[in-house]
Structure formats: C-alpha cells, structure tokens
C-alpha cells in the first residue's frame, strides 16, 4: 500500500489523496437510487449516467493526481 509519493529530486512526499474514499457514500447514494428504478427505463438509465459519471469523475480525479506528481 502506498502512504507516499516521492516528487523528483526535491525528496519530498506528497500524500496520496484517497478520491474513491471521499466519493463513496455519495456514489452509495446514487447506487441506491438506481436499484429502486425500473430496470431498463428511461429513468433508471439516466441514474445509471449519473453513476457512470461520478466513477469518470473520479477515475480522471487520480490520473489528474498521477500526470502532475509523478513527472
């Protein structure tokens, strides 16, 4: 498990932010959501937009993290 991560020649360690962690109940919230829906109407697959959407989020919240702390 990683605690750190080591910038450059500088030898400083940034923490590594947990982007999942922080969005996991607000991601429960939406999933719950969805398993009321019907499935396969139109509102059910707008709530699952909403999920794909916040997992997006949170994917391009960790590469965000990796292309500005680890070049």
Same mark, same amino acid.
């Given at each position: 498990? @990683?605690?750190?991560?080591?910038? $450059?020649?500088? *030898?400083?360690?940034?923490?590594?932010?947990?982007?999942? &962690?922080?969005? %996991?109940?607000?991601?429960?919230?939406?999933?719950?959501? @969805?398993?009321?829906?019907?499935? $396969?109407?139109? *509102?059910?697959?707008?709530?699952?937009?909403?999920?794909? &959407?916040?997992? %997006?989020?949170?994917?391009?919240?960790?590469?965000?993290?990796?292309?500005?702390?680890?070049?």
């Amino acid at each position: 498990m @990683v605690f750190g991560w080591n910038q $450059g020649q500088k *030898n400083q360690t940034v923490s590594v932010p947990k982007f999942y &962690r922080k969005s %996991q109940s607000n991601l429960a919230r939406k999933q719950k959501k @969805v398993s009321r829906k019907e499935i $396969g109407s139109n *509102n059910w697959r707008a709530a699952q937009n909403r999920i794909a &959407r916040l997992h %997006q989020h949170i994917a391009r919240q960790r590469e965000d993290f990796h292309v500005h702390y680890c070049s």
